[in-house]
C-alpha cells in the first residue's frame, strides 16, 4: 500500500464503481473489502484496490458528498486505440466535460464524468509507457484558491519529506482569462504518488469536498501527530481522522494498522474498534489498540 492514497466516496454504489474500475486498466485489482457496521452513515462498505498499480480507497457511506471535477484523475494513453477505447467504456452513462479532440496543449485529449460522477482527463503522450504512474490524481484551484495553487504546491512539498518538483509551466502575459505567472500544468511527487495540479480562472459551482479525499499512511503516533498539525486548518472538519487543509482538500491521517484492525474475523474487537473512533478527532494508536485488545 502506497503512503498516500486517494479515496472516493460514495453513497451505495463504490461495489459497482470500483468493480467497473478495474476492469479499464491492466494490473488492477480489488485487494480488499469489509463492511463497518454501525458508522453514522449506517452499515459501510469499503474497499481497497489497485488501478494501474496506483492503490485507492473506496467507500459507500451514505449521499452526502458527491464527486467533482475539482479533483480528477489524469490518464496517459500511448497510442490512439487505448484512448479511444477508454473514452467509450467511460462515457457510457457518462457525459462528456471536453470532447475527445485536438486541443492546442494536445494532440488528443478528452475530460469526461463516468456514470458514477467520478471525472478522468485522458492525454494522449507517446511517452505514456516511460511515465512513473498511468493514472494521475489530478487536483485544479479554482474559484477562491485560483491563484494559490503554487503555494499549494509549496505548502505539499514541505509537509511531504519524500517529495520532488518534477515540472511545472506558468500562464504567460497576455491571455484573455488567465493571470500571469498562475499554474498552468504541474507535476510533483508526494512521497510515492505524483500528482497533477493546475488551476483556473473560470468561476466553477464547484469545489474540493470529502468526495475525494487523501489518506496519509503513518506507522506511528509521532507521524499522525505530524501530519495532523501540518495540515489541518478547518477545525470543524476534524472528525475520525479527517481534516481539510487551507485549501480546502480533504485528508485522512491513519494508522496502517487499523486497516488490519478493519479486516479482523473478530466482529466484537473491530466494533470497538469503530466505537472509539467514532469518538475521535485526530486519531490514536493507543486507544486503537486498547479497544482491539478490549
Known sequence: MHKIVPSLWYDTEAKEAVNFYVS???????????????????DSEQFGFKLAG????????????????SISLMVFCDTVEEMDALWERLIDG??????????????????VQDRFWLTWQLMYDTN????????????????????HAEEAINHYLDVFKHSEMLEIYRNPAGLPTEKEGTVMFSKQLYEDVAFVISENSVAHNFNFNEAFSFIVYCDTQEEIDYYWEKLTAVPESEV??????????????????????????DAEAKKRVVAAFLEMKKLDIAALREAFKG
Not at 492503490?55 to 471535477?69: E, R, T
Not at 493514472?135 to 484558491?145: C, G, V
Open 24 to 42: 479499464l486498466f491492466d494490473d488492477s485489482e480489488i485487494t480488499w473489502s469489509t463492511v463497518v457496521e454501525d458508522t453514522p452513515s449506517g
Open 54 to 69: 496506483l492503490d485507492f480507497v473506496a467507500i459507500s457511506a451514505g449521499p452526502f458528498f458527491k464527486l467533482n471535477p
Open 94 to 111: 457518462g457525459f462528456a466535460l471536453m470532447e475527445l479532440d485536438k486541443y492546442p496543449f494536445s494532440e488528443r485529449f478528452g475530460w
Open 128 to 147: 505514456a509507457s516511460e511515465m512513473r504512474q498511468k493514472i494521475y490524481p489530478a487536483l485544479m484551484y479554482i474559484n477562491e484558491q485560483y491563484g
Open 240 to 265: 475520525c481522522g479527517w481534516l481539510k487543509d487551507k485549501f480546502g482538500v480533504s485528508w485522512q491521517i491513519v494508522p496502517r494498522e487499523l486497516d488490519e484492525m478493519m479486516l479482523t474475523k
